[in-house]
């Protein structure tokens, strides 16, 4: 079966520090992955998405970057936060061509102070 | 474009009562439409999807959820609410044939049923 992993689970940061948010799957091969943010516990809001290793497609400009150096792993950077950066950040995954459904992993509590 | 709309941010509901969380669409062609659900803190869990076939779809915990087309909703159920069904819930919807980009969150409704 198919499990999403994130790390880390809870994180402080100053403002003006750097960032990495990883995301790995288990179980599948050559899936879709997201990072979404949730502020305020409310609406997700997509980043970034990838449909291949070195392919990201961003949604919103902003003080983020995303890249996947392998086929399974996602990860979230930012070179120096803001505290507008401060939320829940979500990966998840599909599997392209099948059902539409995305999984999502336990998410990443960011807060910068 | 693709929306969808939760036109409650807050449902109550007392334990044993049936529960409804409502959701609205817009999407050109015949959508795909699900329902998540999010406990406190942790990542978004699939509920139960509609792609086609009968309007009545059952997922996981006991609910259900009735597609509409004429009223372009689709609407999540469950005849007896549980005191731990008490958490947030998000519609998402995607077009057909669309990209990789895929699901249209809605804003989420906040259920909380009381003992």
């Known amino acids: 079966s198919q499990t999403i992993h994130q790390w880390p689970a809870t994180l402080v940061q100053p403002v003006g520090s750097p960032l990495s948010l990883e995301c790995t799957v288990e179980?599948?091969?050559?899936?879709?992955l997201y990072w979404y943010r949730q502020a305020a516990g409310r609406g997700l809001q997509l980043l970034f998405y990838s449909v291949g290793i070195g392919q990201i497609s961003s949604e919103v400009p902003q003080n983020l970057s995303a890249s996947r150096p392998q086929d399974r792993q996602f990860i979230l950077s930012s070179k120096k936060l803001l505290l507008s950066d401060s939320g829940f950040y979500l990966c998840?995954?599909?599997?392209?061509?099948?059902?539409?459904?995305?999984?999502f992993g336990p998410g990443t509590r960011l807060t910068v102070t | 474009a693709q929306s969808v709309a939760q036109p409650e941010d807050q449902v109550n509901v007392a334990e044993g009562n049936p529960l409804t969380v409502k959701c609205t669409y817009s999407?050109?062609?015949?959508?795909?439409l699900f329902w998540y659900v999010q406990y406190p803190n942790r990542g978004l869990q699939f509920l139960l999807k509609y792609i086609t076939g009968d309007n009545l779809v059952k997922g996981s915990y006991g609910f259900e959820a009735e597609f509409n087309k004429s009223q372009t909703s689709f609407h999540l159920k469950k005849p007896s609410a549980l005191v731990s069904d008490s958490a947030l819930y998000f519609c998402a919807v995607r077009a057909p044939g669309g990209s990789a980009r895929q699901l249209t969150f809605g804003s989420g409704t906040q259920l909380t049923v009381l003992p």
């Open positions: 999407v050109s062609g015949n959508p795909y």
């Open positions: 179980g599948t091969s050559n899936p879709n």
């Open positions: 998840a995954w599909r599997t392209p061509g099948a059902t539409y459904e995305q999984y």
